[in-house]
T-cell receptor
Framework: AQSVTQLDSQVPVFEEAPVELRCNYSSSVSVYLFWYVQYPNQGLQLLLKYLSGSTLVKGINGFEAEFNKSQTSFHLRKPSVHISDTAEYFCAVSEQNSGYALNFGKGTSLLVTP | KAGVTQTPRYLIKTRGQQVTLSCSPISGHRSVSWYQQTPGQGLQFLFEYFSETQRNKGNFPGRFSGRQFSNSRSEMNVSTLELGDSALYLC???????????FGPGTRLTVL
């Protein structure tokens, strides 16, 4: 069975500082990887995804993530955060050739302060 | 293109009642999945429908059911509501030949 671990439940950071949100997964088969963001009282918005190809993927709002197969990680990074990046971030995994159900991590709350 | 829409946005029910939630996918998308989000359990997959057929189901009791219509709109039903069913219910649609799911704003269900 697969699992997704987001190592930090909360990440406080100052505005314009860099940030990394960590995600590790376990699976016995090949996977697709996603990062979603959720703003208060809203649904989930796709930030970026890794399906195949280049292990460095770029998403919206200046975010990027790197897929590391040997470490089974998919960490999310942004070089300079804004107040508006304050939100809940979810890492999700789906197994290839096994349906499209997403298995989510518990989420990381990013709090950006001036 | 319009995004995924869910109705109603908020619902308050009492224990023992039943509830039906509705989801309209992005135009052209034929797959609809449902997820439950709670503070304790996080985001959990309920089921997926494609072309009116349930293709995948999560680990939820039979009180949770769904269906999909020929226009790809989907409904989710929860019978005999329990306090623990209070949650944000999210619907996601997916197009053909893609693994990406796009989420709606959710329906906030409160069970009293």
């Amino acid at each position: 069975a697969q699992s997704v671990t987001q190592l930090d439940s909360q990440v406080p950071v100052f505005e314009e500082a860099p940030v990394e949100l960590r995600c590790n997964y376990s699976s016995s088969v090949s996977v697709y990887l996603f990062w979603y963001v959720q703003y208060p009282n809203q649904g989930l918005q796709l930030l970026l995804k890794y399906l195949s190809g280049s292990t460095l993927v770029k998403g919206i709002n200046g975010f990027e993530a790197e897929f590391n197969k040997s470490q089974t990680s998919f960490h999310l990074r942004k070089p300079s955060v804004h107040i508006s990046d304050t939100a809940e971030y979810f890492c999700a995994v789906s197994e290839q050739n096994s349906g499209y159900a997403l298995n989510f991590g518990k989420g990381t709350s990013l709090l950006v302060t001036p | 293109k319009a995004g995924v829409t869910q109705t109603p946005r908020y619902l308050i029910k009492t224990r023992g009642q039943q509830v039906t939630l509705s989801c309209s996918p992005i135009s052209g998308h034929r797959s609809v999945s449902w997820y439950q989000q709670t503070p304790g359990q996080g985001l959990q997959f309920l089921f997926e429908y494609f072309s009116e057929t349930q293709r995948n189901k999560g680990n939820f009791p039979g009180r949770f059911s769904g269906r999909q219509f020929s226009n790809s709109r989907s409904e989710m039903n929860v019978s005999t509501l329990e306090l623990g069913d209070s949650a944000l219910y999210l619907c996601a649609s997916r197009g053909l030949l893609t693994d990406t799911q796009y989420f709606g704003p959710g329906t906030r269900l409160t069970v009293l």
